[in-house]
């Protein structure tokens, strides 16, 4: 089945740990996105990327990385310096690139810190 | 500063009435409009689009009008079903695409 898989679906997190979140796309689509959801806010930008060994930081990308070393993955490292990292974290990807006007969901992961 | 606002937090429809959801944008260079649906954790899944040159898009049950003078689009669901109860957020796009906060549709059977 084409999709895009997100896991761990549910991770805790210790203070001042870094942790990876992981997002595979078998759909063919060159961008890639990460957005964050909080109660109130919507989706926020964090990460995008065009293509292969290209990134960009969207809105809230302070304390977080990224990196794109093949076109279907697109994983994002939340470092300790994200001052507050608890919330429902969104890969998605879409066929036309970054001008693509619909873009595809992952299932999404909730990171907690503890 | 938000780009893309949805006023109202959630809305409440019996079950065969008309929804609206609406959404306000504020950046004139967007160029082609979308609205997602979501419940609780799963991703947004695509509900329906529309081109900045037009000023209605219909997909059965769902319509969504676009006013570009007043920067407003809105999402007309109709007959509303149990069903439809989710998140619905606006979106944008620049590229790439600004969410606005989202609305609690909640349809009462």
């Known amino acids: 089945d084409g999709g895009i898989t997100q896991s761990p679906k549910y991770l805790f997190r210790k203070e001042g740990q870094n942790v990876t979140l992981s997002c595979e796309q078998n759909l063919n689509h060159d961008a890639m996105y990460w957005y964050r959801q909080d109660p109130g806010q919507g989706l926020r930008l964090i990460y995008y990327?065009?293509?292969?060994?290209?990134?960009q930081k969207g809105d809230i990308a302070e304390g977080y990385s990224v990196s794109r070393e093949k076109k279907e993955s697109f994983p994002l490292t939340v470092t300790s310096a994200q001052k507050n990292p608890t919330a429902f974290y969104l890969c998605?990807?879409?066929?036309?690139?970054?001008?693509?006007?619909?873009?595809?969901f992952g299932e999404g992961s909730w990171l907690t810190v503890v | 500063d938000q780009q893309v606002k949805q006023n109202s937090p959630s809305l409440s429809v019996q079950e065969g009435r008309i929804s609206i959801l609406n959404c306000d944008y504020t950046?004139?260079?967007?160029?082609?409009f979308l609205w997602y649906k979501k419940y609780p954790a799963e991703g947004p899944t695509f509900l329906i689009s529309?081109?900045?040159?037009?000023d209605k898009n219909e997909d059965g049950r769902f319509t969504v009008f676009l006013n570009k003078s007043a920067k407003h689009l809105s999402l007309h669901i109709v007959p509303s079903q149990p069903g439809d109860s989710a998140v619905y957020f606006c979106a944008a796009s620049l590229p790439p695409l600004v969410f606005g906060a989202g609305t609690i549709l909640r349809v009462k059977s």
């Open positions: 529309i081109s900045s040159i037009k």
């Open positions: 998605a990807s879409s066929p036309q690139g970054v001008r693509g006007n619909t873009i595809y």
């Open positions: 950046n004139s260079m967007f160029d082609y």
């Open positions: 990327s065009q293509i292969v060994n290209d990134f």
